[in-house]
């Protein structure tokens, strides 16, 4: 539990690679599924964001903490990142307001960080060799010790993780006397997606993971929302038979990154593990319905099967990645449903996406005025 600033630090990946740099404070090892960030700000809420629960970040931009840590703007109640690996971190905060630098925010959480390592050289590694485990250590520095802990460390692929970063009882967000009542199902949610609900006249209820559907029917909500999570949706069945029983309703449903995966496994497609993933604030992405492109916010590592939308004709793709042509988004009108694989919360990110709130909540608008469809 000490703090050893600019100590040796080593970063080794499972197949071998070793890079050589510096720690940034806490002592210890740290190990996790090796992924990259590309946005140039917002390292905070990546930090914070669940979805990250178990992974060793690596920001490509070279430097992080300049505008230091203001605490409202955390995206959860804790950094869920298992370790950072970065070319510079700043202990110097230029933002007037900030609570704290990122090295406090860090250090505060004993999270082991790595620094004045090539990150352009690890980010090429990753996309050129895939995605794959990893360690930091500043303690041990015996490759071998070190790889046998790595190769105990599970694979991200068939793991579960939602149990360990959503809520454990039932919590509110929003004005209770606000027009439309929406349960979220917390996979991992974010704060901003509760605030761009409350934003547009919604009362929420967040319920934990595991919630069965008959408790959050008894609430009577207006429309359910999906949210976006950690691990791999393949293995996570007992939910998707939730929102299989949410479909049935034809109740408003919107699933955001997990739960676009979810909605995908509840109408039959299959989700497969990605090379390295997406994961940055300026990924493209078309709106095929409307012909709109939008510049999107993006955290996953899993993906759903464009092979199998084919097999399924009442499900519709809506949002297609113009990188490399991914389904980044789908519709099910037949029971109010839809979802997106990016995260229009944008948190952090551009708010191209944000009208995608705005069409769920004109959903269940339609739904909450028209006594035609079956409860």
Not at 32 to 37: K, M, P, R, T, V
Not at 243 to 267: R, S
Request: glycine share 8%; with cysteine; proline share 4%.
């Amino acid at each position: 539990m000490k703090y050893s600033a600019k100590a040796p630090a080593l970063l080794l990946l499972e197949d071998g690679t070793v890079f050589h740099g510096k720690s940034a404070g806490f002592q210890g090892i740290a190990t996790g599924e090796l992924c990259f960030n590309t946005g140039m700000t917002g390292y905070q809420e990546i930090f914070t964001d669940p979805s990250y629960h178990g992974q060793l970040m690596v920001m490509a931009s070279v430097h992080i903490g300049n505008y230091g840590i203001k605490n409202d703007e955390s995206e959860s109640a804790k950094i869920h990142i298992s370790g950072l690996i970065c070319r510079n971190l700043s202990t110097y905060t230029s933002r007037y307001n900030a609570d704290m630098s990122v090295q406090d925010f860090l250090n505060g959480q004993n999270i082991v960080t790595i620094t004045d390592v090539d990150t352009r050289a690890i980010v090429r590694h990753v996309r050129a060799k895939g995605a794959m485990n990893a360690i930091i250590s500043n303690t041990e520095t015996d490759l071998d010790v070190l790889m046998k802990m790595l190769k105990a460390t599970p694979s991200m692929e068939g793991l579960e993780l939602s149990s360990r970063v959503s809520t454990d009882k039932v919590y509110e967000w929003g004005e209770k006397d606000a027009p439309y009542r929406i349960a979220v199902l917390d996979v991992g949610v974010k704060y901003n997606t509760l605030r761009n609900l409350a934003a547009r006249a919604c009362y929420v209820k967040v319920f934990p993971w595991n919630t069965s559907f008959s408790e959050m029917q008894q609430w009577q909500p207006d429309g359910y929302l999906i949210s976006n999570g950690p691990g791999d949706p393949s293995v996570m069945q007992e939910v998707v038979k939730t929102v299989k029983a949410i479909l049935d309703t034809k109740t408003p449903l919107f699933g955001i990154c997990m739960g676009h995966q979810l909605l995908a496994e509840a109408c039959g497609l299959k989700t497969f593990k990605m090379h390295h993933g997406h994961r940055g604030i300026n990924h493209p992405v078309k709106n095929i319905i409307t012909g709109h492109c939008e510049i999107t916010s993006q955290n996953h590592g899993f993906a759903v099967n464009i092979e199998d939308i084919d097999k399924h004709p009442e499900v519709q793709i809506s949002h297609i990645n113009l990188n490399d042509h991914s389904v980044e988004g789908i519709r099910v009108p037949a029971y109010n449903a839809f979802s997106v694989q990016y995260h229009p919360e944008a948190g952090p990110g551009p708010h191209d996406s944000h009208y995608l709130f705005d069409d769920f909540l004109k959903l269940v608008h339609q739904y909450a005025g028209s006594s035609a469809v079956v409860q």
